[in-house]
């Protein structure tokens, strides 16, 4: 727990570091860099050398010439095992070093696309890109993910992230300019008609060359390089090399990202006839594909197909009805998330009476109530949304919990006494989303261990005596500057909340990327003031933010829930 006076809460922010010493620092990585990348090629490309059967063939024979017995007696022996041998495929691990180990040496010579790098600072890509200083995320603590990525994956990750896509012809150089922190390489980004295809098959031998190339520069940058598995094994031959360079691999794909599934919109007016979205899987189980032909064919069948859709049409579609049949876990979540019944995912012994009867079910109860909606919200936010998911790929690769905290919720609150302290306490560890950080105004009756309970759960306790903080609807301003979070929850209630309440919070934020969030009469629904935020982007908050009166006449997005 840490105590903060209130001259150190008036304090500024840091002073930036001397630009000389930052531009010197920066021209000794790149050189280290270099350094470590000529010797990560140099040892491939020896360790495929020494696995060569010329290499094999010489050592047998020195062998045999330096000890004649039993070396020797035994040459013939081992020449036939190595004529045996010559046409076995290797295993994984051997063929990606000799696909690593094919990248030419003199791609670090400084010429060509190499010039461009030596002149770039790691991380100046994300710093003078026009775009990404528009939006703010230029200069904010948060995950840097680049590498092979399709652009479903670029849509689903660019909320919660920064992402540079890379493409074959230029990844080994671009790759150094971002800065990121993880390479990512999506199964999907390598399937026919995306700029990485056929990168695995070994038919096409010169994408593969410059995959693994990629891998290597990750390796000598010391990034972690993590292989997605989003689509299945049949549809990607000779993954298996890949997925013996990466560092990890995670099966469960990107998860669903609530920017885009959501029911910001829905109505209780929505048809509740049952579809199938989307194209049938060609793929499908034969008892699976059967049950979908019984439930979709004829003139009688209780489910429609919706037909193709792309990516970007899925969830207006899910929003426009209210009960769907599906055999995609992932689908199944996306359409609960947009608000819909989903029947589903059918598994292979499903029997077509059951099915039909849970259709006709949901036919009659009609669209999803604004409590079933939530609670369906509240367990794909927890497990399965991006962030989620992401915060797993921060773990699978080693990197540090905080790169993943765009969640992070940090409670300002005031305790005048010890019993006050102790309520706030008990009441902030019930929260299903309990906040990474507590900044208490605490009086002068309120000892220093009251919130030591927080603090042994692993939340950051942030004490200020309660005269700096003033008096009147202001006062969460001086305690937002010592909060590092990136979202405040300002809590004015002296007990007990709903367990849910950070929760749904979070929850809304996520699905409208809302700058504030606060309580009145409309469910999920926008609006161009807040009469009582709940929850908010630090910036808006800290002293010299705008008002809360004028935040609708700043262009900034609010959002309104329910109690």
């Given at each position: 727990?840490?105590?903060?006076?209130?001259?150190?809460?008036?304090?500024?922010?840091?002073?930036?570091?001397?630009?000389?010493?930052?531009?010197?620092?920066?021209?000794?990585?790149?050189?280290?860099?270099d350094t470590r990348m000529q010797l990560a090629m140099t040892q491939a490309r020896l360790s495929a050398l020494e696995q060569s059967a010329t290499m094999r063939f010489g050592r047998m024979v020195a062998n045999a010439a330096h000890r004649p017995w039993p070396r020797g007696a035994q040459l013939p022996r081992d020449l036939y095992r190595l004529w045996r041998d010559r046409g076995a495929p290797k295993s994984g691990a051997a063929s990606a070093a000799t696909a690593l180990a094919s990248a030419q040496l003199?791609?670090?010579?400084?010429?060509?696309?190499?010039?461009?790098?030596?002149?770039?600072?790691?991380?100046m890509l994300s710093l003078s890109d026009p775009a990404l200083a528009l939006a703010g995320v230029a200069d904010r603590a948060g995950l840097v993910i680049t590498g092979a990525l399709s652009a479903l994956g670029c849509a689903t990750l660019a909320p919660d992230a920064v992402v540079h896509p890379l493409l074959p012809h230029d990844a080994d150089v671009v790759l150094e300019g971002t800065g990121a922190d993880l390479v990512l390489i999506e199964a999907a980004a390598l399937l026919p008609g995306a700029p990485w295809a056929y990168a695995t098959d070994p038919a096409a031998a010169d994408r593969g060359r410059r995959l693994a190339r990629m891998i290597v520069m990750a390796r000598s940058l010391g990034k972690p390089v993590v292989l997605v598995r989003n689509v299945?094994?049949?549809?990607?031959?000779?993954?298996?090399?890949?997925?013996?360079?990466?560092?990890?691999?995670?099966?469960?794909?990107?998860?669903?990202?609530?920017?885009?599934?959501?029911?910001?919109?829905?109505?209780?007016?929505?048809?509740?006839?049952?579809?199938?979205?989307?194209?049938?899987?060609?793929?499908?189980?034969?008892a699976v594909r059967a049950l979908l032909d019984s439930l979709t064919s004829g003139a009688s069948a209780p489910v429609r197909l919706a037909g193709a859709r792309s990516w970007r049409g899925l969830p207006a579609l899910y929003r426009e009805h209210a009960v769907f049949v599906t055999a995609s876990a992932g689908q199944a979540r996306e359409q609960a998330a947009c608000g819909a019944r989903v029947v589903g995912p059918l598994a292979s012994g499903a029997a077509a009476d059951s099915i039909r009867g849970e259709l006709e079910a949901a036919r009659e109860a009609g669209p999803l109530g604004r409590g079933e909606i939530r609670a369906a919200l509240r367990d794909i936010f927890a497990e399965h949304a991006t962030p989620a998911r992401l915060a797993a790929l921060a773990r699978a690769a080693g990197l540090p919990a905080g790169l993943a905290g765009g969640r992070q919720v940090a409670v300002l609150a005031r305790a005048a006494d010890a019993a006050q302290a102790q309520r706030l306490a008990a009441a902030?560890?019930?929260?299903?989303?309990?906040?990474?950080?507590?900044?208490?105004?605490?009086?002068?009756?309120?000892?220093?261990?009251?919130?030591?309970?927080?603090?042994?759960?692993?939340?950051?306790?942030?004490?200020?005596?309660?005269d700096?903080?003033?008096?009147?609807?202001?006062?969460?301003?001086?305690?937002?500057?010592?909060?590092?979070?990136?979202?405040?929850?300002?809590?004015?209630?002296?007990?007990?909340?709903?367990?849910?309440?950070?929760?749904?919070?979070?929850?809304?934020?996520?699905?409208?990327q809302a700058d504030a969030v606060g309580f009145g009469a409309g469910?999920?629904?926008?609006?161009?003031?807040?009469?009582?935020?709940?929850?908010?982007?630090?910036?808006?908050?800290v002293p010299g933010g705008p008002a809360a009166a004028d935040w609708g006449g700043h262009g900034l997005r609010l959002f309104t829930v329910t109690r």
């Open positions: 727990m840490t105590d903060i006076t209130p001259a150190e809460a008036a304090d500024g922010g840091a002073v930036p570091p001397d630009a000389g010493l930052a531009a010197e620092r920066e021209r000794l990585a790149r050189q280290l860099r003199t791609d670090l010579s400084g010429t060509g696309g190499r010039f461009l790098s030596a002149l770039t600072a790691p991380g299945p094994a049949s549809r990607m031959p000779g993954i298996g090399w890949l997925a013996a360079s990466c560092d990890a691999v995670l099966d469960d794909g990107l998860g669903v990202q609530l920017a885009r599934f959501n029911p910001v919109g829905v109505t209780p007016a929505r048809p509740t006839e049952p579809v199938y979205a989307g194209d049938r899987d060609p793929r499908e189980a034969p902030l560890l019930s929260q299903r989303l309990r906040p990474a950080e507590v900044i208490v105004a605490a009086g002068a009756g309120v000892p220093g261990d009251a919130l030591a309970a927080l603090a042994d759960h692993g939340v950051r306790v942030v004490t200020t005596p309660a700096a903080v003033p008096a009147g609807p202001e006062w969460p301003r001086p305690l937002a500057r010592l909060a590092t979070a990136p979202w405040l929850a300002p809590w004015t209630a002296d007990g007990p909340q709903p367990d849910t309440y950070l929760l749904d919070l979070a929850c809304a934020r996520e699905c409208a469910e999920y629904e926008f609006t161009r003031w807040l009469d009582e935020p709940g929850l908010v982007r630090r910036d808006l908050l």
